[in-house]
């Protein structure tokens, strides 16, 4: 008996042993499973948990796509090129703020939304900052506004919100993060933690809490977004409206995407670049009446 005990033991270990490495390999290249190479632990008690890690050269392989795409990050730990935190007096900063499309999965550094933005401006004066950052949500991105983009100066913030932004997010350690090197359970996990585990009443006070930060910093917001969570259309323009937020809304499927993954291509972030373009313009110009183009 005891012996056929320790025989299906070793069957279960040997099953669990081989769905964990089909998971590690299904999964190699996924967004929020390949976080390790291009992140840092905050050591926050507050989210954001990681952030990007600074001076980074590294590339990023998508999912079946053999070709790697170039990832670099600054001393500040943004994507983008060197600069100095100090403002050149008359320049007028735009700092974008979002997830994985902001901070441009799958793309080269130059084909990245806030790299193809700055190419559309004709105005030299006119700097604009990548702040995005795979895997952040509503509450991350109120974390990051006080740390690592207000001390930019901004003369305008521009949040990119999508529909799974009312998520939780996760403290990582050091131990996760590096079992996601070696293990597809962990990996998995991974990816439902970040994308079935929300807080909808949360999101909503912090992204309350934001605008109020931003208002009380004296710096304007535009929000755009090809959609908020369930339920939230009504409540976010009417909390965008008390924070004296603009919120644009681009249908689902105007950009175009990378093949086999929903994140723009360079042509699509170029796409959004010059819809986000008359927008950031007259806001930063004041030309502009702040509005809301949901139902």
Partial sequence: MPSSRWKRLVKLL??????????????????AASLRGLIELTGRETPPYYRLAPNLATT?????????????????????????????????RVVLMGDSVTFGIG???????PVQLQAALTQTDVEVWNGGVPGY??????????TQVLPLQPDLVVLQLSRNDSLVPMRL??????????????????????????DYPAYTRDLATFLQLAREAHVPVLIWTEGVPDRAN????????????????TGANK???????????????AQAAQTLLPLVLGRLNGTRPVQSDFP
């Fill in 14 to 31: 040997l099953a669990v042993l081989l769905l964990d490495q089909l998971l590690l390999w299904t999964l190699l290249t996924r967004p």
């Fill in 107 to 113: 793309v080269n550094d130059a084909d990245a939304l």
């Fill in 60 to 92: 990023w392989t998508l999912w079946r796509d053999a070709s790697a795409t170039q990832v670099h990050t600054n001393h500040l730990g943004l994507r983008g090129p060197e600069r100095p935190l100090a403002k050149t007096a008359g320049v007028r």
């Fill in 137 to 146: 949500a509503m509450a991350d991105f109120l974390g990051q506004l006080p």
């Fill in 255 to 269: 950009f175009e995407r990378l093949e086999g993954d929903p994140h723009f291509s360079p042509r699509g972030n």
């Fill in 173 to 198: 350690t050091p131990a996760f993060l590096k079992a996601l090197q070696f293990s597809g359970l962990a990996r998995a996990w991974l990816l439902v933690r970040f994308n079935f585990v929300s």
């Fill in 234 to 249: 009504e409540e976010l323009v009417a909390i965008a409206q008390r924070g004296g937020a603009e919120v644009r809304k």
